[in-house]
């Protein structure tokens, strides 16, 4: 009976190849994954301005219960950062390709009370790494423009929901894992508190 031998330097071949192509489709679909969330998040800009341009009088804020998840809720914005993204109902692992979450539990965009919105920190939410206090975070929904004023950012154990409790006051807390660069489920979460400016 003949054994065959691999020789070494063909192994060696076979390895880089597959190598190659593993990352080549890697690569394809972190493109594919971009393109998508940017083409999903122009058709989310352009339905939420629809919605601002038809509605002629306030509207209740639609209950809970009737939203489905990856509902477009609104429109998150940091300037100073660049960030602009659309909030969707919902954090599954679909909705937070797509765009950013709101958090079941919390207070409704458009509600008063603490409102979650929760993003991945390697893409719509990295530039949460350098948000600074009393910058400012604009929401708009089809109702209309809220405002809110930076007061902290932390970082937390990922079971500490006690950020996300009800406020007396209009507030907002945005939620990203952390650290921003860790590859892999990251350990902690990284946390940013803003309360509602009132502008007469």
Known sequence: MKIFAVHPHRLAAWAQRFLIIGGALALSYVAFTLAEARLYQQRADRSLERQMQ??????????????????VLGRLEISR????VAVLQGTSSKTLRL???????TALLGEGGNIGIAGHRDTFFRAL????????????????????????????APNDVAVLAPTTGPALTLVTCYPFYFIGPAPERFVVHAHRQFVN
């Open 54 to 71: 038809t509605q002629t009088t306030p509207a209740a804020v639609v209950p809970v219960s009737e939203l489905k998840e990856g509902d």
């Open 129 to 156: 790494k350098d948000i600074r206090k009393n910058d400012e975070i604009q929401i708009q929904t089809a109702n209309g423009l809220s405002l809110y004023e930076v007061d902290w950012a932390r970082v937390v």
């Open 99 to 105: 765009g950013a979450g709101h958090i079941a539990g």
């Open 81 to 84: 950062l660049g960030v602009r």
